[in-house]
């Protein structure tokens, strides 16, 4: 069983215009197992002067390791396997773990990686080692994980 204990959890996302505000909160809700009312919501202007509302969550404590572990059995099994043989790239200096969620897949209520209309996830390790000993535990924790 890997040694890793997230401290603090954060997902963010941008809708835009065009997109159903209350069903993409509930979708999320249901598929993230995040309630709407834990985002604070920020209004941006676009860059064609289009208005963008962001969206930010942030977990702490025993609530973001228990999220951060249902979230990765939650995701789809071939991700996990690549993020376990990627991982050096989605773990930064200090020993954070980055992961992008296809946005249409939660519509759709599977949790998939995505790379341009996503959900950013942001998990912080309780305790931070030298790096391969964290990629090590990091690529653990997506291979041992069970379909949620």
Not at 6 to 21: G, K, Q
Not at 82 to 91: C, D, K, M
Not at 115 to 138: A, I
Request: glycine share 6%; with cysteine.
């Amino acid at each position: 069983m890997t040694k890793i204990v997230f401290m603090s959890a954060e997902v963010s996302f941008h809708l835009h215009a065009t997109e159903d505000e209350e069903r993409c909160l509930s979708t999320f809700a249901e598929t993230l197992g995040i309630e709407p009312q834990q985002f604070a919501k920020s209004v941006l202007t676009g860059h064609y002067g289009n208005e963008v509302k962001r969206y930010v969550a942030h977990l702490t404590g025993q609530k973001a390791d228990d999220w951060g572990r249902l979230l990765i059995s939650k995701l789809d099994e071939e991700d996990r396997k690549h993020i376990a043989r990627e991982v050096e790239r989605h773990v930064d200096e200090h020993g954070k773990l980055y992961l992008r969620l296809d946005k249409q897949s939660l519509v759709d209520g599977s949790v998939r990686l995505g790379s341009s209309d996503v959900v950013r996830v942001k998990l912080k390790p309780r305790f931070r080692w030298n790096t391969l000993k964290m990629y090590d535990e990091f690529a653990r924790l997506f291979l041992e994980a069970r379909k949620g």
